[in-house]
């Protein structure tokens, strides 16, 4: 005895056209470990003539977007579309006509959450996103649920795969960012505009989902300071290794004092650290909390199999709700709370510094971080003459007054150029 | 506007104590995130004179296990006594009642799980154990809900940190059992009677819960093979690593043909594996599937603080069913399915064999494994004469293949003893 739940795909893409293909082909399997019957009823695409490597049996394919909401055979919508604008606009006349969504648009989660959220709430059905951050690691319904208890502190993510695999390449062969880069393109992993990955800004919509549902407090994806990959150097990857430390682009959530803060930047992380021996394109995620300690939950971060994967688990739950007519939210309520401004974080900085080696310059060095209130951690100098480095480590400072810091340095006469800044996590101040 | 959720707890030991407290302490918070207020009615305990670290503020300690379940104002109950019978039938009673339960009674779940199952669904109320399998990890609802859809392979879990901490404490540190043991014990990572965690019962239940949730073929704790770490020495750990691989007692659940197995023992796994680097008491689990492809969830396996977090995480679901009136079941559903005997799966050995160093010594041996069908992979010598061992590790054989090879083996003259004995996890046949 099995139950069925009409489905209606927007998008069909790698994960659009995955998910429709094992829907098709797997159908027998879910059924019999699920007891739901899904039946793909529509699959909305933007071009009816390109060719598609799936087939809808049961249903059929269109390029009218609305008849997926308005289909009264369609219970359950799911957005594989992508983009906030058009995307967010029919999730919310589905949510709105009384039907569960599910997608895995981290950029429409991370800018519409609470409105769809609410609307989702008023309808009194789900509206899941699991495979929005990780892709096919299960990472929402832990965060949301599992740890719905638990006062979580802190989350490290690394959430975009595409920059890790170059982080990957540069660190451990040494390679320069452009060739690895080139690399990523060539596998697939980076797209042919890679700008999205490289500047941060597709982590920085991740990082916006994780503190929202770690701390039960809103932050949009505007709100999440981003800093890219670009301007990353194997030297200072090789430095970093030298110190022991990886360089990592890191989505970080945590709570300050009574605030809390999202941002994505380069990270220079201990080399004992699980985040540090990521390598590749995976993805992982590190949550901290008073209780539960450390958790590592690492996989394919995306991937058109796997964030299928992810999509299917909210289906049938999204299903199953459905079908016993009742929603079991809200799973995530927000209450008010700080955003504490990038500005006022405590940072700790890695900088590598091009100087002319001559007497007094350490200590006008020195003093330019004293007058910004930093103080030094570490200096190492590499090479003579108008040839010196030096690398200097900080301590924990607010970012405002690491940048103050730079701007005292830019006045000392010696130094030729500030060629590199990475943050660094460290347990120590 | 908050919604009451009254909840009685059957045992208060080091989990149940953590519960009780932090839904006490921890109530405001709660409330805010989840929009729940629970309350904690009744804590049933076995003696009552017995000096505890909390305080029922606004509920009464009793040692009447019944009115846990008869009491009125109880919506909710939370088993944390241990154990199959008692802790069973009340459990049942509950959920006759029509009362959501939530246990982290691993031993539970494994021997009586589908009459549970089926009493939870009869009364359509939540029967939840998240925090029976890793502690504070999330990983029943990942591998029930996420991964619905995900016809996983295979899932091998460090599932028990007792015996962990005391392989960890084996192969760096060269301690011996006995001594890596006692020290556990001090530290308070074994109990005085450490039985059912080296034996691999502890493991066993929790291998069979995982079998049961990834397959959905019930796989009950009498079903699986295991076997301890007891008679494992620092020699064999020793000689592993030189061969590239760690010593972990692993719990493994994996599709075979048509059917599933589970089972516990030592195994050698390589190094380069994710849980070959799962140090000290931290548990691990890698879940393997054609569209996931390989995850990996780590954390604190037991103690009360992070077992109570997933306790927690499951009475948060929980409450949220009943205030919306409805169980959002069935989370799982089995199917008939074969389980393949233990010697029936395909298992490779590594061997320590003491002989005499003998002119054809070599042949005998190599004939006895060949008598069972069991082809070598490799043969290493150490030492000389009459101090002679051979190590040898097999290439995959059906398990009752192996054992026969053993048989044959003890005929042989020159051999003096079979030293040990642990299989051999590898991608190579």
Request: hydrophobic share 45%; charged share 25%.
């Amino acid at each position: 005895m099995h139950s069925t739940i009409g489905i209606g795909v927007l998008g069909a893409g790698t994960v659009g056209g995955t998910l429709v293909a094992r829907l098709v082909d797997e159908h027998a399997a879910i059924a019999a470990k699920t007891g739901l019957d899904l039946r793909v009823k529509r699959v909305a695409v933007r071009d009816l003539d390109k060719p598609r490597d799936f087939t809808v049996t049961d249903g059929v394919l269109t390029d009218d977007r609305m008849s997926v909401i308005d289909d009264p055979d369609i219970d359950l919508v799911v957005e594989l579309m992508g983009g906030r604008d058009l995307a967010g606009d029919l999730v919310l006349a589905a949510l709105e006509a009384g039907k569960p969504v599910v997608t895995a648009n981290k950029e429409l989660v991370a800018s519409r959450g609470p409105e769809l959220i609410a609307a989702a709430e008023r309808s009194g059905v789900a509206f899941l996103f699991e495979a929005a951050v990780g892709g096919g690691i299960p990472i929402i319904r832990p965060l949301s649920e599992t740890l719905a208890g638990e006062p979580v502190e802190r989350v490290l993510g690394i959430v975009n795969g595409t920059t890790n695999f170059i982080l990957t390449r540069m660190a451990e062969d040494n390679a320069d960012y452009g060739d690895a880069l080139a690399e990523a393109q060539e596998l697939g992993y980076a797209e042919p505009d890679p700008t999205a990955d490289v500047s941060g800004a597709d982590a920085a919509a991740k990082a916006a989902i994780l503190a929202s549902l770690a701390f039960g407090t809103w932050v949009g994806l505007d709100d999440v300071y981003h800093e890219g990959i670009d301007s990353l150097s194997p030297v200072d990857m090789a430095f970093a290794a030298d110190f022991g430390y990886a360089v990592k682009l890191i989505g970080i959530a945590e709570r300050i004092g009574e605030g809390v803060s999202a941002r994505v930047h380069p990270v220079m992380i201990p080399l004992n650290h699980p985040l540090a021996s990521i390598r590749g394109a995976t993805n992982a995620i590190f949550i901290e909390g008073p209780s539960v300690g450390e958790l590592l939950f690492s996989g394919p971060g995306a991937g058109g199999a796997p964030t299928a994967t992810a999509v299917l688990g909210d289906i049938i739950d999204a299903a199953r709700e459905t079908l016993a007519g009742a929603q079991v939210a809200p799973r995530i309520r927000f209450s008010p709370g700080d955003q504490i401004p990038f500005g006022d974080v405590p940072t700790k900085w890695y900088m590598r510094l091009e100087v002319d080696d001559r007497p007094g310059v350490l200590a006008q060095i020195a003093g330019a971080f004293g007058n910004a209130g930093v103080s030094i951690k570490s200096v190492w100098q590499e090479g003579e003459g108008s040839e010196a480095l030096l690398l200097i480590v900080t301590h924990s400072a607010r970012e405002s007054a690491q940048r103050e810091a730079v701007r005292y340095l830019r006045e000392v006469d010696a130094l030729r150029n500030v060629a590199s800044v990475i943050r660094v996590e460290s347990e120590e101040a």
